[in-house]
C-alpha cells in the first residue's frame, strides 16, 4: 500500500501559478497510477486529472485542461499538479490518489488510495 501526502496549497490571486505536490511512501509508486481531485465546499468531489504509471499518458478534465498539468517523477515518488491562470471557481481542497491500474480513471471509486488534501484558495 502506498501513502500519500500533499502539499503546495495556498492562497493566489486570479491569474496566478501554484504547483502542487503528492509524495508517496511506502510500496513503488511507480505501481500506481495517479489523479487529482477537488472538492468545494457544497460541492461533490470532481476529476481533475490523471496520469499513467509511467507518465507517458496523461489526460485533463476539460475545466482545467489548458491550465492545469499533470506529471510525476517516479524516481522522486512525488506526482505534481501544476495550476496556472486560476480562476475563483478553482477554489476547493485538492486531493492526489492512487489507483493499481495503468492509467486510471475519472470516478473516485477507482482510487483506493487518497491524501489528506491542500486548500487552494483563488481570490480576486
Known amino acids: 500500500q502506498v501513502q500519500l501526502v500533499e502539499s503546495g496549497g495556498g492562497w493566489v490571486q486570479v491569474g496566478g501559478s501554484l504547483r502542487l505536490s503528492c509524495a508517496a511512501s511506502g510500496r513503488s509508486f511507480s505501481d500506481y497510477s495517479m489523479a487529482w481531485f477537488r472538492q468545494a465546499p457544497g460541492k461533490e468531489r470532481e476529476y481533475v486529472a490523471r496520469i499513467s504509471r509511467n507518465g507517458f499518458n496523461r489526460y485533463h478534465s476539460p475545466s482545467v485542461r489548458g491550465r492545469f498539468l499533470i506529471s510525476r517523477d517516479n524516481a522522486k515518488n512525488t506526482g505534481y499538479l501544476q495550476m496556472n491562470s486560476l480562476k475563483p471557481e478553482d477554489t476547493a481542497v485538492y486531493y492526489c490518489?492512487?489507483?493499481?491500474?495503468?492509467?486510471?480513471?475519472?470516478?473516485?471509486?477507482?482510487?483506493?488510495?487518497w491524501g489528506q488534501g491542500t486548500q487552494v484558495t483563488v481570490s480576486s
Open positions: 490518489a492512487a489507483a493499481g491500474s495503468r492509467y486510471g480513471s475519472e470516478y473516485a471509486k477507482d482510487y483506493d488510495t
